[in-house]
């Protein structure tokens, strides 16, 4: 076995390049804050651009299938920026977990639809509750006479789907496009506006059946989305300790520098060790999953039990540290604490990865 490489290669460093460039171009602060106030929380022209501009909808779609053929690290570092920028578009969703997931069945339904999502033109979602992780229990419907009856809640960017993947009860993964007769989605309160959640209702919707095998589908879905979130939270949290130190370098208290106080530093140096330690778990978990690893389980589960709790302090102390304009809602910095509380229950609880983790590597609780 290969030792895992951390490292970002001179190709990965120019996507980020170019996928940061799109981002300052398309998807600045005010902007997001306006979208969250709309009825539209997903930006439509930035998926675009993403998809059709970059081709970043395909990238883990093989070349046969329209896609772009790359891997997990590339996938990561794309992840990484949008969780950086807080971007509110159904990416982990659609081309992570819906794509992981078709990859997994085979069927010529399901080619189909992975060339559909490759293209970005149509965004895809699994209806599993955004909380279920790799492995854990899900949700179900009832298959009967070629349609699907029943409802699903907490479903991660169910109101810009096209088409839904939904696990029966009779153990098959079925399609079901979004607008059909019998679909209702109808938006849940979500704490992170930018990846909003919903409840679909299923009454005689009809369904195309992707793999008479869903749970293989669904644990491949989950763990690629659980192992590539890590992503999303260090640029979450990169953001938010850079926004910090540069804020409180600016910012003046007793005509000195807020961020020379000791006690801050402290503060700030605890905080940039923790964030290069998710750097290398969320590494190694792309790493994992790019390479096909024994050991991708493990690396996920590591990574996740990590990254998650990290987050949410690195949003905690840039509101706190922000003083007096953390909370306003002109200030992006609360879109970050959201999303890293949001991200702290998606696709398993770091006390769930840490449970699975002890299984894995044969640690029996004492």
């Avoid at 895809?124 to 899900?138: D, H, I, R, S, T």
């Avoid at 996740?304 to 709790?309: G, K, M, N």
């Avoid at 987050?311 to 890293?340: F, S």
Wanted: net charge negative; aromatic share 4%.
């Amino acid at each position: 076995m290969s030792a895992p490489d951390l490292l970002y290669s001179e190709e990965e460093e120019a996507l980020r390049a170019a996928v940061r460039d799109l981002l300052t171009d398309h998807c600045d602060a005010p902007g997001v804050i306006a979208r969250t106030e709309s009825d539209r929380p997903h930006d439509p022209e930035l998926w675009k651009a993403l998809s059709d501009g970059m081709g970043l909808a395909g990238l883990l779609v093989p070349e046969a299938q329209g896609g772009q053929g790359a891997t997990h690290r590339e996938v990561a570092v794309v992840v990484e920026e949008l969780g950086r920028a807080v971007a509110p578009v159904p990416y982990l969703t659609s081309a992570v977990v819906a794509t992981e997931a078709l990859l997994a069945c085979g069927s010529d339904e399901a080619v189909e639809l992975l060339t559909a999502l490759a293209s970005g033109r149509t965004i895809g979602a699994l209806a599993v509750a955004l909380p279920a992780g790799p492995g854990a229990p899900y949700k179900s419907v009832r298959h009967e006479g070629g349609a699907l009856h029943g409802e699903l809640t907490g479903i991660a960017d169910a109101v810009a789907a096209d088409v839904l993947l939904v696990p029966a009860e009779d153990g098959g993964l079925y399609a079901v496009d979004a607008g059909a007769d019998g679909v209702t989605v109808t938006p849940q309160v979500s704490l992170d506006l930018t990846r909003p959640v919903a409840t679909v209702t299923l009454d005689g919707a009809p369904a195309r059946l992707l793999t008479p095998d869903a749970a293989p589908a669904v644990r491949r879905a989950l763990r690629a989305g659980a192992g590539l979130l890590v992503s999303e939270q260090l640029g979450l949290a990169d953001w938010c300790l850079t926004e910090t130190v540069r804020y409180l370098k600016e910012r003046k208290q007793f005509n000195r520098p807020v961020g020379g106080f000791q006690a801050l530093k402290h503060r700030l140096a605890a905080l940039w060790q923790e964030v290069v330690g998710t750097r290398a778990a969320a590494r190694n978990a792309a790493d994992a999953l790019a390479a096909g690893s024994p050991d991708a389980d493990v690396a996920v589960a590591v990574a996740q039990a990590y990254a998650s709790p990290v987050a949410v302090h690195a949003a905690e102390e840039a509101v706190q540290l922000h003083g007096g304009i953390g909370m306003t809602w002109e200030h992006p910095v609360h879109l970050y604490l959201k999303r890293a509380k949001a991200d702290s229950i998606a696709y398993g609880t770091a006390g769930a990865h840490r449970e699975a983790l002890a299984g894995l590597v044969d640690l029996q609780a004492p």
